[in-house]
């Protein structure tokens, strides 16, 4: 089994149980409440990514995207 299919795996086991644990089903609601008054927002995922590639190739398809 590749490790993507591993770490699906185990997300939905997880997911299933957290779908009957009682205090995670009242967090989110709470968080889902608090969502709709406008007291907590998501925040964009805004951390730069990692110069692996080089520069030029990141910033080439950058470019190449925003067309």
Do not use: H, W
Not at 32 to 61: F, H, N, Q, W
């Amino acid at each position: 089994m590749r490790l993507v299919e591993q770490v699906e795996t185990e997300a939905e086991k997880r997911a299933e149980e957290l779908e009957s644990d009682v205090e995670f089903l009242e967090l989110r609601l709470f968080y889902e409440e608090m969502l709709a008054c406008g007291l907590a927002i998501k925040r964009p995922y805004d951390i730069p990514l990692l110069d692996t590639i080089g520069r030029s190739v990141y910033v080439a398809d950058s470019i190449k995207n925003a067309r």
